[in-house]
C-alpha cells in the first residue's frame, strides 16, 4: 500500500479532495481548496473575489462565508480522522463513511473583519467518537491574523 507524506493513500487524498472540492457544490461555489490534508489538521485557502463580498464599502468577505467555509473545514477534519481510525479499509469503503456526515452544532466567534487577498481556514479533530466528533476550526488573513475561530460538532454514525 503506497502513502502520501500524510500518511494517507494518494487515491484517498484525491476522492476526499473530489468529494470535497468538486461534489459538494457550495463548497466549489466557495472557492474552498485543500492545501493540506492530514489525520490530525487540514488546511484550505479560498481566494477573496467579488461574489464573497459583504460589505461593499470596505471590500469585506461576507459572514456567511466565514461560518460555511469553517462548517466545512470543520467536516473535513472528522473525514480525515475517520479516514486515519480506518486505515484498514478500502480507500472506497472509507470514502463511503462520509455519507452520513453532517452538523449538529456550530458556534462562529467574529474576532476581526474579513479583509484579505486570501484566506487560509485551518480545522482539527478534537475527540473523534463513535457517534459524534468535536472540532475547532480557524479563519485567518493572507498575513496570517485570526479573523475568526469556529467549534462544532458533527454526527459520524
Not at 486515519?84 to 456526515?101: G, T
Not at 452544532?105 to 474576532?111: A, E, K, T
Amino acid at each position: 500500500m503506497k502513502t502520501t507524506a500524510s500518511g494517507f493513500e494518494p487515491e484517498f487524498v484525491e476522492g476526499l479532495r473530489s468529494i470535497f472540492e468538486e461534489h459538494i457544490v457550495f463548497n466549489k461555489t466557495l472557492g474552498l481548496k485543500i492545501t493540506s490534508l492530514e489525520a490530525h489538521q487540514v488546511r484550505a485557502r479560498i481566494d477573496m473575489r467579488n461574489a464573497l463580498v459583504g460589505h461593499f464599502s470596505y471590500n469585506r468577505v461576507h459572514g456567511g462565508v466565514i461560518s460555511a467555509g469553517l462548517d466545512a473545514m470543520g467536516g473535513l477534519a472528522v473525514m480525515a480522522a475517520i479516514g486515519a481510525r480506518h486505515m484498514d479499509e478500502p480507500v472506497q469503503a472509507r470514502l463511503h463513511r462520509f455519507a452520513k456526515l453532517g452538523t449538529i452544532d456550530l458556534r462562529i466567534d467574529y474576532l476581526r473583519p474579513g479583509i484579505s487577498e486570501y484566506f487560509e481556514l485551518r480545522a482539527e479533530v478534537m475527540r473523534l467518537g463513535s457517534r459524534v466528533a468535536s472540532t475547532r476550526m480557524e479563519f485567518l488573513a493572507a498575513d496570517g491574523k485570526l479573523l475568526s475561530t469556529g467549534s462544532a460538532a458533527y454526527i459520524v454514525s
